[in-house]
């Protein structure tokens, strides 16, 4: 083919993409967001254009559309251009250095997500911070509660518990669901925060509480659980309507230390995990959640993403030790130390409870969750009263990461068709298309982040994983011969007789029990209320 043919062949394909983006152009401008045509026109169409126009030509300015509820608030938000996406070689992206798995925190480098445009071309993130409650804080922004370049003050909010620097936050394999720097980013990243004014930002805080549950108050008054006051403490007196002092009995308090954990992956080892390429996994983020996350695809060389998932809870519940605490000059009890987490001396007693809220908090007895978790409290409890430790995780992973909704239809089947063990996985299958999407593989980063923790004592309910997630504890945690990882299941008079149905289920599956056997017959036996209160 000769250069001219080749050269006419260009310009046709130029042309037809000069009609494609003026195209676009055009229905961009009808879009209700668009608040002028002055807007309109400096909108950059990335995916056709990565380059920015070197001096957009100004308009006259049209008439707002009658939907735009307040344009100039709008204009005032976001004045310039719309960036769909970005590239890696577009013009003046300089990604801010992050090496997962660094040494230290300064070689690492801090995670940047934001698009504050101090920030916006440094990023090394995809997503934005706190999760799923990302999205609220947009809404605060677009009603105006929120300024978007509004700088958080940092000031006293250091963790007054240490959890240091532990081997595996060095090791890139270790941990990728999570960044092991993220409750000390404003101490470590204080330089890229104040001098060079880059949006970086938590993404684990670590405080102190006191934990108070009914149950706990029962099991004080029946003896089952002492008040040693330093761990299980009395709560303070109670007062009246008219203010004087009352003599009801009020309780225990239990003191803890807890963590809360922003979901931080490493796109290439989320990936290695679940034994997927890269690429594919970036995909299937991509089109599995509407297309919400352009740069999954365009930008190959950005490997942080932040979901826009519920992340963890971690509660340590230990006998005070005197320490020095971070940022401060004096020595104080530390309750709930985590340095007792990779204590080889001491017993741990470990939960990893995945969300249920119908359980948890409201107390639904279809299923065995919360007395699960409040038995794994009270042995926790009991082994820091021993001088051990306990140790809850607590995910969000409603309905087994199905969600509420998808939970709820398959509780009204269940009980419509008749609710017996022998269908229970299958009444899930049926709705949701699979049992369990709780995939347990990222579940020991927060036991890395913490520590060498030891092999001890587990509780834990069993979820449709239970073999993979034991071989996955085993994998995670250091070893202690003296002190070997074994199950323990609460005993049966804590679980509601409508949740016997799940139980047995679970047990017939291959989950754990204290010896109990169930047999294909028992599971037929074992059946749940009728169908009446799905009735309506």
Known sequence: MSDDAVLTQILAQLKVLQVQQQTIQAKVRACPFVSSTELTDRVQLDALSPEPPSSPTPKPAAAAPATVAAPARSAGLYPGRVNLTTYPDQHGITPYALRWGAADAETRGPVICSRLPSTIKHRNAIGAHSGSYSIYRALSIAMGALSPTHVPDYSNTEPPVSIPPQPAWSDPSKIVSLD??????????????????LDVRPSIAVTKAHLKMSELDECVRKGELDVDGKIVVRSPKAVNEDGSPSERDTGVEVLVSKAAVEPVWYLPGVAERFGISESLLRRALFEDTGGMYPELITRPDIKI???PIGGLTVYICASPLLS?????????????????????????????????????VFGSDICTCKPYLTYAILESIRTAQQGGVGLIIYFRKEGRALGEVTKYLVYNSRKRAGDSADRYFKSTEVVAG??????????????????EIRRHRKQRNSNHEEVRFTRYVHASLASAPAHPLTLTPPTDHLIPPDSRVEIDAKIAAGYFSSGKRVTQEDLVRTVGRGGEDAVH
């Not at 092991?180 to 004014?197: C, D, N, T, Y």
């Not at 020595?331 to 995945?354: C, F, I, M, W």
């Not at 347990?440 to 520590?451: F, S």
Request: glycine share 6%; charged share 20%.
């Open 324 to 360: 020095l605490v971070p940022h401060t000059l004096t020595t104080q009890p530390t309750v709930g130390n985590p340095a007792y987490l990779s204590d080889e001396s001491k017993h741990l007693t470990l939960r990893v409870h995945d969300e249920c809220n119908g359980s948890d």
């Open 305 to 307: 993403f932040l979901p």
């Open 434 to 451: 699979v049992k369990d999407m709780r995939f347990q593989v990222l579940m020991p980063d927060v036991l890395h982040w913490l520590g």
């Open 180 to 197: 092991p720097w993220g409750h000390l980013v404003p101490s470590v990243f204080e330089r890229q925060i104040k001098h060079e004014a």
